[in-house]
């Protein structure tokens, strides 16, 4: 056996099915194709199209099919959890990509922390939190309970999760929310999810983002 064969043997995902909330974005679509060309078969939700998202996995060779999700709807999470199933008979990863933030939720020269509107605020946290690990958790852990060996719940942190690095307050306590949120999940959801993973995306600079 090859070098490459072994460690594509040890990560192999074939078999599998993984849910991406938030695929068509650039962040799910890229860690949907590397799932992918580990061999796990796609579900791309999102409630932007998915259409785009789907032909370029398929050009990679990678099995996906597009869903209808709004990461904030638990019905519609149902009804694409119960189109997946009929699809591919099973979930076993969910990955969490929905999230961002907003111009009105960011400190600027023109927009101090003390007037930022609280339904600005209020939208990026229940965006993150909610829809960005919460609800999806909710939804398709509970199908992941039927599977003999468990499932596996990605979901997105960042660096301001833990050091505050730009002027986005509310993104920073959600993204900690959901920091927490997953601790938990891995402790008080063990009997069945076997695996929880926060990966921290970078940040990026809010001032050039927002200007």
């Not at 852990?141 to 509310?170: C, D, H, K, Q």
């Not at 927490?180 to 940040?203: C, E, H, Y």
């Amino acid at each position: 056996m090859r070098k490459d064969e072994y460690v594509g043997s040890l990560f192999s995902l074939q078999g599998k099915v993984a849910v991406i909330n938030g695929g068509a974005g650039v962040l799910g679509l890229a860690i949907a194709k590397g799932l992918g060309k580990a061999g796990a078969k796609i579900a791309i939700g999102d409630i932007a199209p998915t259409s785009e998202a789907v032909e370029y996995l398929q050009k990679e060779k990678v099995e996906a099919k597009g869903y209808f999700m709004n990461a904030l709807d638990k019905d519609t999470l149902k009804k694409a959890r119960e189109k997946i199933i009929k699809d591919f008979q099973r979930v076993d990863i969910l990955l969490n990509a929905a999230g961002g933030n907003m111009k009105g939720a960011t400190t600027s020269p023109e927009l101090s922390f003390f007037d930022l509107p609280l339904d600005s605020l209020e939208k990026v946290v229940s965006l993150n939190l909610f829809g960005g690990a919460v609800l999806p958790s909710q939804v398709f852990g509970e199908v992941m309970v039927r599977n003999e060996e468990g499932g596996s719940i990605i979901n997105i942190s960042s660096m301001n999760a833990f050091r505050p690095l730009t002027r986005i307050p509310g993104y920073s306590a959600a993204k900690a929310a959901v920091s927490n949120f997953t601790q938990w999940l891995a402790s008080d959801a063990s009997r069945f999810v076997t695996g929880t993973v926060i990966p921290i995306d970078g940040g990026f600079n809010a001032y050039s983002g927002y200007r």
